[in-house]
């Protein structure tokens, strides 16, 4: 049975409620997941009255290398798999050749 949000304690819920509103940043010319704009934290932070804010940041740091670890992973297999698939693509043909 896979874990829910609703499993972690409270802290960690908020922290993963927050760190959703945070924009993605992705590199431009790769198109790699470099992680999240840390610029409106403070916002959500206060907006929210997050009563351990050290804590919930922490949290977010957290779960971010995880996440960023993961995408780049991910990316890394899909190029791996595009690049056999383009190396196996070139087709041989050896039918009714007349030398």
């Known amino acids: 049975m896979p874990i829910e949000r609703s499993d972690f304690p409270e802290q960690v819920q908020t922290a993963f ?3 959703d509103f945070l924009e993605d940043i992705w590199e431009g010319m790769s198109g ?3 992680g999240k704009s840390w610029a409106s934290v403070e916002y959500f ?5 997050v009563e351990e804010p050290k804590i919930v940041i922490s949290f977010m740091k957290i779960y971010e290398g ?4 993961y995408r780049g992973e991910k990316a890394q297999q899909k190029r791996k798999a595009d690049e056999r698939k383009s190396a196996g693509s070139g ?7 007349k030398r």
Do not use: D, G, P, R
């Open 17 to 19: 409620f927050i760190f």
């Open 66 to 69: 995880l996440l960023v670890n």
């Open 32 to 34: 790699s997941y470099m």
């Open 45 to 49: 932070i206060q907006l929210y009255e």
């Open 91 to 97: 087709k041989t043909y050896a039918h009714n050749v």
